[in-house]
């Protein structure tokens, strides 16, 4: 069965009613690059695909190491956390919206709330939120609805794409987003207040 089911007595209604033949839907494609269907070999057993993809993957250099960074760097993933995401009642829901279908998503929010509050003594501790871009922003806001300020300061050593999410949020909230340069691949923490530009 095709990927999209339409018969072709579907495709022919449908190119009478805009005046074109399939020819003309793909004109602007060169002859020479087009294909007339794919060669895709006879199926393989899940070992077979197990070691051909294995062995497209041993081609690469995975042992250089990334010095890319902005987020795109080695980085140690402790083997609790396999241990603990590999428990059904926490893996049997993507979002919290629905209680009823999302009891792995509540209990692994309650779970980490209530250690926030044991390790931080706070009242209450929020966890439900998608990115570090989406929290970095609402941790924004929070400072600033909190301490009536709207200078926000910021430095280029956070992940450029928290960055960008961070200046289209708050674009038209009269927020005032300074970026600070880096110094050796650091936060330049002398720049915050040293020479009276940004003022703690």
Not at 91 to 113: C, N, V, W
Not at 116 to 141: F, H, K, P, Q
Not at 156 to 168: F, G, W
């Amino acid at each position: 069965m095709p990927f999209i089911a339409n018969t072709d007595e579907q495709r022919k209604q449908m190119l009478d009613e805009i005046g074109l033949t399939m020819e003309d839907l793909f004109a602007d494609i060169p002859p020479q690059l087009r294909r007339d269907g794919l060669e895709i070999p006879p199926g393989l057993t899940e070992q077979e695909v197990r070691a051909r993809i294995e062995s497209l993957a041993d081609r690469n250099a995975p042992q250089i190491i990334s010095f890319l960074g902005g987020g795109f760097y080695e980085h140690f993933i402790p083997a609790a956390v396999d241990a603990i995401t590999s428990r059904s009642e926490f893996y049997t829901a993507y979002t919290p919206y629905q209680p009823e279908l999302s009891q792995g998503t509540l209990q692994a929010i309650y779970e980490y709330q209530s250690a926030m509050c044991r390790l931080t003594e706070m009242e209450v501790a929020n966890a439900s939120l998608y990115d570090g871009g989406t929290a970095l922003y609402e941790a924004i806001m929070m400072a600033t609805r909190c301490t009536g300020r709207s200078r926000v300061i910021i430095d280029e050593t956070v992940s450029p794409i928290y960055r960008t999410m961070i200046r289209s949020h708050t674009r038209n909230l009269g927020i005032e987003l300074i970026e600070t340069s880096a110094r050796d691949g650091l936060a330049d923490r002398d720049a915050i207040g040293g020479d009276g530009r940004y003022p703690r």
